[in-house]
């Protein structure tokens, strides 16, 4: 079915929809990579978002029951230039139109995505509407003016705290949106771990004990979370503490720093990122809108963006707290950076000698 | 850590004559790393025995070296030029062969020379069987369960308890030579055998086959800081079983996961990290397509083939950096230069797809064995570019100018079905075209893919190509249809036959629909960042990004794939008209397909577009930029044949006219201008029947030389004798093509002599005369070339540039032309007149220094001969003497008769320089491969014809010590003659096999009765030497020649090697 995509800028694209066949409307992001649509489309941290994918050719090796970061598909919808109606691969289930009409999800191909990814970095990360029946402009500025994500993390949040097992080092997470593989992660590592609610009080959260706290990613403004960030202000005063990217600008805004939203975001799976300390760089999975821009006195940046010089990773200067902007934990994308976890580990043990 | 300090001079070593294995993706490593390095600052040395490279320009690097590639000379290059550093790891394996030779020979040590770049411990870590292995143990990769022996008794031990088939592998070979897959016993010990022999350490791997299993490729990068990253990964089409090199691979991986694309990932940057490898490198994986199993096939520790590729396929240009990283830089010190804002420390993202495919030889070579296995056969090959695949994949196919412009063959159309599916199990490079049948015939995609174990992914893709194919057979042409098939590639071409519409009719719907390609960038980070490459290809999308300047601008079409007759020196052409019109002020524009090349590295030209050489798709762009013309003489023949068709179209043709370039290449057109002109051929008819032929030859008087029309590389042309052996000849060839006349010509025995020459309309300048060695007879690229030549007197020269002028000036030549003489009793009869660029432009280029095709360039565009300060008529000889030899990959052309004939089989050149005639000569000899042995054993077998000049060759090998042996015949006839000759009658094959691999036979002059015939005793020797490389002589002029320098070789201790400003500064 013909469908198109209107941008808030006025700009429209013509294509075919698939999936679930509805109007959606949302905020354009594009990603570049080349693998992990099925990863991509079940990160929390795309709530509300409508992905473009830059590599031409999306759904060739299907969708199988087990590379899911989230429950199900957080994305409202996924624009691709050719969707694949005949994947291929050993442990595929279904193919991507499927998946998408099963979680209710939109999609529209036939879209030229180079043109539109150079329109999102040009102009920046914009709303759209993704329509079978083109809107007038006064519609459409009606139409995404209701748009609002700022109570995303709550969306994706989970409803109730529930633990996972394990022999080592006890871990609170808190979930804001929390991907999968961080938890199996934690898990390959034989910790423990908690994961509360981000609704969850730093009370109940240091209620259970843990040797340190993990801040995950998660969806749309940090600034828009208020409380959060006063929980978190308290629970980096009490116990070792790791956010990554939305936990990390949590963390950058609890200690005075300031974030702002980036031009068109950070999201692929080929960022260089340089680890400052080591003098290495490190190719890793991104996703984020938001960027710290000021960082606060009490803290120093130990990773840099290669492509954009932007604060990839901070320390506290006297406690046990570090963040990083990207996803050490992969899915999509490289885990060149693994080491962040150990890292981590390694800090929760020394705490834990010194205690 | 900024570069290193200490390093102030670096010698690169090149990968010398190009082979099937290794082609010109080393003339474009090699180029960029000497661009790299004298950016840096850094003094470079460049050394390579092949004239035909970029990469041996003289203002390429500070000191040019075309000299053999052996310890011998490289130690004492090393011992004049003291170079600090060595950089062997981007002359493909003969570079990485020499650089460990030198320093197993301690010249390395002596002189103070470090090697750059990856280590030779990490090299040899890699490239010994038994190291690598023992490494991937202890890093826990998985590999092939494998033994590494050293006789075919232990490998047939092993193959016994791990079960059959296996793979054999030798060790240090490149292009996988002597190596195979074995079903049982009897092709083991075959495989090994030969295997055993062509290792340089008697070593060959036999391990267990994981045939069938997706073969994915990753390129690597790592720097001394240990930061490591990937440029690109690719999926062979054909799973493992067929080498790389002859595979239709894509990039990216197609129908990986992302956990699967990032497990093997994560294995290739363990195994970069723990060879410590500082450059470039490429990881072979084989993943079980039924499970995330997979084992690691085999690691280079080189730029290489692929690498090239990947380069092209993603933007970046490993063996630039590479290069940097040897000299101490880090990843991120080194700046993008497609982005010109990010550094090189990044992953390169494609937004398209990239399907490559290789070019065999198999259309020139007919009777050869087309079948595809480990030993590589491709000479070359071509890339495609597009956001669909069937689009990237349709689009490579054009390139190839099979005359192919679809996935349709007539004759596997004609075949029943049981006959289709039973040619599935042939794994030869005509398989797609049969599944591409038998997808058209109905037969189902999990039949075929039981039999290829080609992924269902890319079969369903085939499928869309012939699905769409029905439909544009069967519905009428409308603008949804048109844009389909534009999208999935189709040539208008092929809209037209399957629809049967007129041109004229798609051209409206086209028109009024506005259904054109768009140009889109190649970027290297799908458009995240803005980026200044002008690096171009089409696609059929909705926006066009291609920035059109206002500059007068001019196209170059260049030559396509790497093939016989059509090499690498077509694309030193390309590339320096490139260079030339830029200086002249022009915006160069360059269309071309071939991904190793020099021509198609983005900052080459001010604009690169990675386009099929087929006529619509070059007008398109013409179409585009709207150029001032479109220059055609310097892409081989590819380009001269779009001449024509792009004039139709309204396109100017700059240089030598459309008109003039027919008048040369048409038979009648060009016999009554040579008539006009009174200049001497050989007497000559182009006849359609066999009653013709006989009467013709009958004419002329045998023997005749025999060729079809319109052909390249004289393909299919022989030297005929008799009448008997004329019919032959008819029957095969009249089925070669029915639309063009045979030609039969007097052949007219004597000396072959060819020139070049620039040629502004009025007057001429030859910049040098070429005498070739062997007699007609030989195809010029095959025969060994002198200049300046030492047989031609002063009057035969100025005959051949009076000739050459009223050539040029009838023809109203502008730009570049290329004459090939007979010279018999002082006369020069014209064989052959190419309106173009030839292969003995670069070699004469640069022994005489003067730049042709700037030249050739400035008076195409206008200037006066006169003017440009080189003079006119024949320009004054050197003091020296350059020798080109040609050399050839009968290695792995199984059944291709190595025997010299009109038709040229050669795949690459070298050029011996030095003082003196002889000595030259000598070092092309070596540069070639043909080793000066002690004075052994040389035996003769000559054809009748031959025989009483054998004779004289028999009695100077005698003089020089050898001991002259004769097969039955040719011993009677020598003894007759009185020489004392051994006759090995009563030996049989394996007997005189023995005696040649004991080395006791050291020289071979044979002189085919019949040839081609592999069944003969004589061809089986031929190729026997050809994989011992032992020196193998079909021409007794080539023998004659062997012998003198041989003699002069003996005179001195040592060659001496300079650089070409040296020997002409002497």
Redesign the interface.
């Known amino acids: 079915m013909r469908a198109y995509l209107q941008l808030e800028n006025g700009m429209i694209?013509e294509g075919k929809a698939f999936g679930k066949v509805q109007d959606i409307s949302g905020e354009v992001v594009?990603n570049?990579?080349?693998?992990?649509y099925?990863?991509l489309m079940t990160d929390p941290s795309y709530y509300g978002q409508i992905v473009v994918m830059?590599?031409?050719?999306i759904g060739?090796?299907g969708i199988?029951l087990e590379?899911f970061e989230s429950d199900g598909p957080k994305i409202r919808a996924l624009i691709v230039?050719?969707k694949?109606n005949?994947?291929?691969?050993?442990?595929c289930e279904m193919d991507l139109d499927s998946y998408l009409k099963y979680s209710g999800v939109t999609g529209l191909e036939g879209i030229?995505?180079?043109?539109l990814?150079?329109i999102i970095?040009?102009r920046g990360t914009m709303r759209g509407l993704i329509t079978g029946r083109m809107l007038t402009d006064s519609e459409l500025r009606n139409r995404l003016s209701e748009y609002d994500n700022s109570r995303a993390v709550y969306e994706v949040t989970t409803p109730e705290a529930y633990t996972v097992e394990g022999n080592g080092k006890h871990v609170a997470v808190m979930d804001f949106g929390i991907k999968n593989n961080i938890i199996r992660s934690f898990k390959e590592k034989n910790c423990k771990v908690t994961v509360f609610p981000a609704t969850a009080s730093w009370e109940e959260v240091l209620e259970a004990d843990p040797d340190g706290i993990f801040l995950s990613n998660g969806p749309g403004d940090p600034q828009d979370y208020k409380d959060i960030i006063e929980n978190v202000r308290v629970l980096i005063e009490k116990k070792p503490t790791i956010g990554i990217c939305l936990g990390h600008q949590l963390i950058a805004l609890a200690l005075g720093g300031n974030t702002e939203k980036l031009k068109f975001g950070h999201r692929?799976?080929?960022?260089?990122v340089?680890d400052l300390k080591m003098?290495?760089?490190?190719?890793t999975s991104q996703n984020h809108g938001y960027v710290v821009s000021e960082v606060p006195d009490c803290m120093e940046i130990t990773h840099v963006s290669?492509?954009d010089d932007s604060v990839e990773g901070l320390r506290h200067v006297n406690k046990p707290v570090m963040s990083v902007q990207f996803h050490p934990e992969?899915?999509?994308?490289?885990?060149?950076s693994d080491y962040i976890f150990e890292s981590f580990i390694e800090i929760l043990e020394e705490v834990g000698q010194d205690a | 850590m900024p570069k290193n300090k200490d390093i102030k001079k670096v010698m690169v070593i090149g990968s010398g004559p190009i082979i099937i294995g290794q082609a010109a993706e080393f003339d474009y490593a090699g180029t960029q790393a000497c661009k790299a390095l004298k950016e840096e600052g850094i003094s470079v040395v460049l050394v390579n025995s092949n004239p035909a490279t970029i990469m041996t320009d003289e203002n390429m690097a500070d000191r040019v070296y075309i000299e053999p590639l052996t310890v011998e000379a490289l130690e004492s290059i090393i011992d004049s030029e003291r170079p600090d550093g060595i950089l062997p790891t981007l002359g493909g394996q003969t570079g990485l062969n020499l650089a460990m030779e030198l320093d197993e020979a301690g010249v390395l040590k002596r002189f103070g020379v470090k090697l750059l770049g990856t280590s030779l411990e990490a090299i040899k870590k890699a490239e010994d069987r038994e190291s690598f292995r023992d490494l991937m143990n202890e890093i826990n990769e998985p590999i092939p369960r494998s033994e590494i022996v050293s006789t075919v008794e232990d490998g047939v031990a092993f193959a016994n308890e791990a079960g059959y088939p296996v793979i054999v592998r030798p060790a240090y070979t490149l292009g996988g030579t002597g190596g195979g897959i074995a079903r049982n016993e009897e092709e083991l010990r075959n495989v090994i055998h030969t295997g055993i022999m062509f290792s340089r350490i008697g070593q060959v791997l036999v391990e267990q086959s994981v045939a069938g299993w997706k073969e994915i490729e990753y390129e690597v990068m790592r720097d001394a800081n240990d930061t490591c990253i990937i440029i690109c990964n690719m999926e062979n089409i054909d799973p493992v079983g067929i080498h790389t090199g002859d595979s239709i691979v894509v990039a990216p991986s197609q129908t990986l996961t992302d956990n699967e694309y990032h497990m093997l990932r994560k294995s290739a940057l363990k195994i970069i990290k723990s060879l410590k490898i500082e450059g470039g490198c490429n990881v072979q994986y084989a993943l079980n397509p039924e499970s995330e199993e997979y084992i690691v096939i085999e690691v280079n520790p080189r730029v290489s083939r692929s690498s090239a590729l990947a380069s092209k396929a993603a933007g970046y240009p490993i063996a630039k950096i590479a290069a940097k990283i040897a000299i101490g830089l880090h990843l991120h010190e080194i700046e993008n230069s497609v982005t010109k804002s990010t550094k090189a420390a990044f992953e390169p993202v494609l937004d398209y797809v990239v399907v490559k495919i290789p070019k065999w030889p198999f259309d020139k070579f007919d009777y050869a064995d087309r079948k595809l296995g480990t030993q590589m056969k491709a000479t070359g090959e071509v890339m495609a570019i597009d956001r669909s695949f069937e689009s990237a994949l349709l689009k490579a196919v054009i390139s190839l100018e099979g005359n192919v412009v679809s996935m349709r063959k007539e004759y596997l159309q004609r075949m029943s079905d049981d006959q289709l599916i039973s040619f599935l199990d042939n794994v030869d490079d005509e398989r797609i075209f049969v599944i591409f049948e038998a997808l058209r015939r109905n037969i189902s995609i999990e039949e075929i893919q039981r039999k290829t174990k080609i992924d269902k992914w890319f079969l369903k893709k085939f499928e869309n190509i012939t699905a769409t194919e029905k439909e544009l057979m069967e519905n009428p042409l409308d603008r949804e249809l048109l844009t389909k098939a534009e999208r999935f590639g189709f040539s208008d071409r092929e809209i037209e036959l399957l629809t049967g519409e007129s041109h004229a009719v798609i051209d409206a719907i086209r028109r009024a629909h506005r259904i054109y390609p768009v140009y889109k960038m190649v970027d290297t980070c799908a458009g995240e960042f803005e980026s200044y490459t002008p690096y171009y290809y089409s696609t059929y999308e909705t926006e066009d990004e291609n920035q059109i300047s206002k500059r007068e601008k001019i196209i170059v079409v260049g030559s396509g794939p790497i093939r016989i007759g059509q090499g690498i020196e077509f694309d030193y052409c390309s590339v320096h008209a490139v260079w030339a019109i830029q200086k002249l002020g022009y915006e160069s524009i360059i269309i071309n397909n071939n991904p190793e090349t020099v021509s198609t590295d983005f900052d080459t030209a001010d604009k690169l577009y990675f386009e099929p050489l087929f006529i619509e798709d070059v007008y398109n762009v013409v179409r585009k930029e709207t150029p001032k013309g479109v220059i055609v003489q310097f892409g081989g023949q590819t380009s001269i044949n779009l001449a024509s068709k792009l004039m139709e179209r309204g396109v100017q043709i700059l240089g030598t006219s459309v008109n003039s370039i027919d008048a040369a290449e048409d038979r009648k057109r060009f016999d009554r201008l040579l008539e006009e002109l009174e200049i001497c051929r050989p007497k000559g008819f182009g006849i359609v029947s066999i009653q013709e032929a006989v009467d013709a030859a009958n004419v002329i008087g045998y023997p005749v030389l025999v060729r079809p029309s319109y052909v390249i590389g004289g393909r299919a042309m022989q030297v005929v004798y008799e009448e008997e052996e004329l019919l032959k000849y008819l029957n095969e060839a009249a089925a070669i093509s029915l639309e063009h006349p045979i030609l039969i010509d007097e052949y007219i025995e004597g000396i072959e002599v060819e020139v070049d020459a620039i040629s502004d309309g009025k007057n001429v300048l030859i910049p040098g005369v070429m005498e070739h060695i062997e007699r007609t007879g030989v195809h010029s690229g095959d025969s060994i070339s002198v200049y300046p030549p030492q047989n031609i007197s002063d009057p035969e020269k100025e005959m051949i540039l009076s000739y050459t002028e009223k050539i040029s000036r009838a023809l109203n030549v502008k730009g570049i032309l290329n004459i090939q003489f007979v010279l018999k009793n002082g006369i020069p009869y014209v064989i052959e007149v190419n309106p173009r660029a030839s292969r003995t432009v670069p070699i004469i280029s640069k022994v005489t220094g003067i730049p042709m095709i700037d030249m050739a360039v400035r008076v195409i565009l206008g200037e006066n001969l006169s003017d440009l300060g080189w003079g006119i008529g024949i320009y004054q000889e050197i003091d020296f003497v350059a020798v080109k030899a040609p050399v050839f990959s009968f290695q792995k052309l199984l059944n291709v008769d190595s025997a010299l004939t009109p038709e040229m089989k050669s795949t690459g050149e070298v050029l011996g320089v030095d003082r003196s005639y002889g000595h030259a000569l000598a070092k092309a000899f070596i540069a070639s491969g043909n080793k000066f042995e002690k004075p052994g054993k040389v035996l003769f077998s000559l054809n009748d014809r031959d025989k009483e000049e054998g004779c004289r060759v028999a009695e100077g090998f005698i003089s020089a010590g050898c001991t002259v042996l004769g097969t039955s015949k040719t011993a009677e006839f020598l003894k007759e003659k009185g020489l004392k000759v051994e006759s090995v009658e009563g030996k049989n094959l394996d007997e005189i096999k023995a005696m040649l691999k004991s080395k006791e036979i050291s020289v071979i002059v044979n002189t085919p009765t019949i040839g081609k015939d592999p069944l003969r005793q004589g061809f089986q020797i031929r190729s026997y030497c050809q994989s011992l490389g032992t020196p193998c002589f079909t021409s007794l002029d080539t023998a004659t020649a062997y012998l003198e320098a041989w003699k002069e070789v003996n005179k001195v201790q040592k060659l001496e090697y300079k650089t070409i400003s040296d020997y002409r500064s002497i």
């Open positions: 694209f594009f570049t990579g080349m693998t992990g099925q990863e830059t590599y031409p050719l060739n090796y199988n590379d230039r050719e694949s005949s994947p291929s691969n050993f442990r030229d995505t180079r043109a990814t150079k970095r040009d692929g799976c080929n960022h260089p340089k003098d290495r760089v490190f190719i290669m492509n992969a899915s999509p994308g490289p885990s060149d």
